[in-house]
């Protein structure tokens, strides 16, 4: 995925739509940036994950951020406003403490458990 000034990323968690997959029997490819990212934040990556990605996630089309803490826990989800404005800017959708659950309007019926996802 390719955001600006050839900065290119590799979410933790990438989730594309069916239709933006290739069709049963042709070579696997994705087309354009995921609709739905997931970013494990770290000492070492948090500044990093929170402002740049976010904001080069949001210019080139990522619907939805899940940005997760497994330390506190907690998570951070940030969706795309609809329409889009000019520039794009995520907004804070939720917060997800550690007895909450990441849920998404992209995928219905998901409900992953923050004490779950941190398990050690």
């Known amino acids: 995925m390719k955001a600006r000034h050839n900065r290119g990323y590799l979410p933790d968690v990438a989730w594309y739509r069916?239709?933006?997959?290739?069709?049963?029997?042709?070579?696997?490819?994705?087309?354009?940036?995921?609709?739905?990212?997931?970013?494990?934040?770290?000492?070492?990556?948090?500044?990093?994950?929170?402002?740049?990605?976010?904001a080069?996630?949001?210019?080139i089309g990522v619907k939805e951020l899940w940005l997760v803490d497994p330390d506190g826990p907690w998570a951070m989800v940030l969706r795309l406003p609809d329409p889009v404005g000019t520039p794009a800017e995520f907004v804070i959708a939720e917060e997800v403490g550690a007895d909450g659950k990441l849920t998404s309007p992209l995928l219905p019926g998901l409900g992953i458990a923050m004490a779950d996802l941190v398990a050690r």
């Open 56 to 59: 080069d996630y949001a210019k």
């Open 18 to 54: 069916q239709e933006r997959c290739a069709p049963p029997g042709q070579p696997p490819h994705l087309e354009g940036p995921p609709d739905l990212a997931v970013e494990v934040l770290s000492p070492s990556n948090r500044l990093l994950d929170m402002i740049v990605k976010r």
